[in-house]
Structure formats: structure tokens, C-alpha cells
């Protein structure tokens, strides 16, 4: 689900570009099958690995937030303005309030 609003990006930047909406779905499929294979892949690695849940989820926030900061956060300004830095960070607020819980 965190992936979502990249993905709904995309989309409408692909759709701009004259894509139909069928090679969309076969393309978003197949992301799909891959990363449900790399998640078990992971899984399967790190279900008896001496790293830590805390030291796998940090390397995944800071992916996260190197996305946010080089893809999303510049199209956000550039669209919305600077309401768009208001709203992220309330949604960041309103994560870490979720995680602290």
C-alpha cells in the first residue's frame, strides 16, 4: 500500500504519454508478481537471520525517504505549491503517532 501513490503517479504520467490502459495493467501486473517474489525471497532470508526486525525496517525507512526526497517530494512542490510541504508533514506526524502507539 505504501506504494500506492508512486504508482497512481506513474499512471497518470504514462496514460499523458499516450498508453493504453492495457499494457498499463500487464506492466503493473508483473511489478506486482516480481515483488511478491522478492518479498518471499526476503522472508525467507531473514526469518532466521541474526538482523534485527529494527535493523531491516530502518534500511527500509531509508529507502523510503530517499524515494520520497528525489522523486515525490519535488513533483508534489512543483504541482501543489507549499501546501504540499504542510500536508507532508502531517502526514509524517500522523505516521509516527501510528508507529509510537
Known sequence: MSNLPEAIAATSGL???GWSRG?????????M?????AAAFGFAIFEYS????????AFA???????LADAMIPEAYKHGGRLAGV????????SLSLTLA
Open 15 to 17: 496514460e499523458k504519454r
Open 23 to 31: 499494457p498499463i495493467l500487464l506492466m503493473w501486473a508483473g511489478i
Open 33 to 37: 508478481l516480481v515483488t511478491v517474489g
Open 50 to 57: 541474526t538482523a534485527t526486525g529494527v535493523r531491516v525496517e
Open 61 to 67: 525507512a531509508g529507502a523510503i525517504l530517499t524515494m
Open 87 to 94: 500536508v507532508l508533514v502531517l502526514g509524517f506526524v500522523a
